[in-house]
């Protein structure tokens, strides 16, 4: 990608996110964590981010909820879902609520990076 595309990574892992960041930012990519729903709302309507990676198990506000929210008042920002092995079926649940897609944790660097860049164009032609 050309410009410099910015990511928003919200995940209550916080070892996960910021390890996740950090890989994203070496291959050139801006990026921002927040480790719960709250924050990634602000984050959201503080700058607008190209894409949002956002773990669906979290206290407080959930993903499914920080999904919902974020496509109520940006349904251009494309989402991708993190959910745990075997949780397939929150996956699914995230897609029908609006998510771009969804991978299962631990996640592959380079299959993210693939489904992020597919989000970005995809919401380019909207």
Excluded: C, W
């Amino acid at each position: 990608m050309s410009k410099k595309v910015n990511i928003l990574i919200v995940d209550d892992e916080e070892e996960f996110a910021i390890t996740l960041a950090e890989r994203l930012n070496l291959r050139g990519y801006n990026t921002r964590v927040e480790n719960d729903g709250e924050g990634a709302l602000n984050a959201v309507n503080t700058s607008l981010p190209d894409v949002v990676v956002l773990d669906v198990k979290m206290p407080g506000i959930d993903g499914f909820e920080v999904l919902k929210r974020i496509k109520s008042e940006y349904p251009q920002v494309p989402v991708i879902l993190l959910t745990g092995h075997g949780a397939t079926k929150d996956g699914i649940k995230g897609m029908e609520l609006g998510a771009y897609d969804y991978l299962i944790k631990p996640v592959d660097i380079t299959e993210l990076i693939e489904k992020m860049d597919s989000a970005i164009e995809a919401s380019k032609r909207k």
